[in-house]
């Protein structure tokens, strides 16, 4: 017989895009489920969680940390994730970790020998972008997370680059091509947004202290929103 677990059993919540989902993670990934498509994740977060508790034979009671993706990302989907957590939180007594999404991305890539860029569409045709490094200590900032043009992005870019991100949908053919060979593309699998890494780099912050005050935790927009946008709040 095994060694009981002693790691923290985490539930995380994936919401920045188009694709997401929830895990839970004890020290290893115990299952996920994958959403993607229009439907908004308030009709599916729920029902998701109720889905991985009853086939892993958990009760939500035994979750110890929850975890969500901080951003940036889409507006809306990061403050269905966040009130989710919130209101999770306030109800099971439970600690909160917040995750970037671009670090979670890149994390999705542990073994990259190169820099990793993850992107997502800012829309306005500017992306937003980060630029990642895995060393002995483990993923390494070499540009935090920023929103800036295609362009402007590969300025900061120097050799090869592995990218992922759903804003390659939108600019994936540009950066092969202004890239070139320097253009590196992660596995279709590993290339968009995942609860279990959100969840990987939860328990590393939360072994670390790194908790967040579920009461004043905001998504990390980058810029205004649309509705900030008229009543002329203007970007950070």
Do not use: W
């Not at 439907?39 to 508790?53: D, K, N, Q």
């Not at 209101?87 to 820099?115: D, H, R």
Request: hydrophobic residues 45%.
């Amino acid at each position: 017989m095994g060694a009981q677990n002693t790691s923290p059993l985490i539930l995380a919540f994936e919401t920045s895009g188009e694709t997401g989902g929830v895990a839970l993670y004890q020290g290893r990934l115990l299952g996920e489920v994958l959403l993607s498509g229009s439907i908004t994740y308030s009709r599916r977060l729920l029902p998701a969680v109720e889905f991985l508790l009853q086939h892993l034979g958990l009760q939500l009671a035994a979750v110890d940390i929850l975890a969500v993706s901080l951003g940036p990302g889409s507006f809306t989907g990061l403050r269905i994730g966040l009130a989710t957590v919130k209101g999770l939180a306030l109800t099971l007594g439970k600690p909160v970790v917040a995750v970037e999404t671009l670090a979670a991305l890149a994390a999705l890539i542990p073994e990259s020998p190169y820099p990793i860029c993850p992107v997502l569409d800012a829309r306005r045709d500017e992306v937003f972008a980060a630029l990642y490094r895995f060393d002995q200590h483990g993923l390494q900032t070499l540009l935090p997370p920023t929103v800036l043009t295609p362009e402007a992005l590969c300025e900061r870019l120097s050799g090869p680059t592995v990218f992922l991100g759903e804003g390659l949908r939108s600019y994936g053919e540009f950066f092969r091509k202004r890239l070139g060979r320097d253009y590196l593309e992660a596995p279709g699998h590993l290339r968009e947004g995942r609860a279990c890494s959100i969840a990987y780099l939860a328990e590393k912050k939360a072994l670390s202290g790194e908790f967040a005050d579920p009461a004043t935790l905001v998504p990390l927009y980058l810029r205004a929103t649309e509705a900030e946008r008229n009543r002329g709040v203007s970007d950070a």
